[in-house]
């Protein structure tokens, strides 16, 4: 299974990205994926997620409202829309898979139950 994430750069504060995760080697709508992010010295913290179904379940209250999480099965292919971005969402950003039932909830993304993860992609806000 691979994961590999694109989309991150320099942007200013205000300004947008958007972030793809390519999966290969497993079916790309049997399993929840997430989108996490790592700043220097933090730990990883849940983004957003969505289920088999393409169903959003999770957005963090950080970013709820500027992101949108999406998919395109054809293309094997998972999205962060990342709007109105602050210096406090830099960070490396992470995409990853979890079996069906697991990682993936209402009130959060938990890191510990996905599997398989990308190798990251780095975003940097310029204040």
């Known amino acids: 299974v691979q994961l590999v994430e694109s989309g991150g750069g320099l942007v200013q504060a205000g300004g947008s990205l958007k972030l793809s995760c390519v999966v290969s080697?497993?079916?790309?709508?049997?399993?929840?994926m997430g989108w996490f992010r790592q700043a220097p010295g933090k730990g990883r913290e849940g983004v957003s997620c969505l289920n088999t179904a393409g169903r959003t379940l999770y957005y963090s209250d950080s970013v709820k409202g500027r992101f949108t999480i999406s998919r395109d099965s054809a293309k094997n292919t998972v999205y962060l829309q990342m709007d109105s971005l602050k210096p406090e969402d830099m960070g490396v950003y992470y995409c990853a898979t979890a079996d069906s039932g697991y990682g993936c909830y209402n009130v959060r993304s938990q890191a510990s139950e996905y599997d398989h993860w990308g190798q990251g992609t780095q975003v940097t806000v310029s204040s």
């Open positions: 080697g497993r079916t790309f709508t049997s399993y929840n």
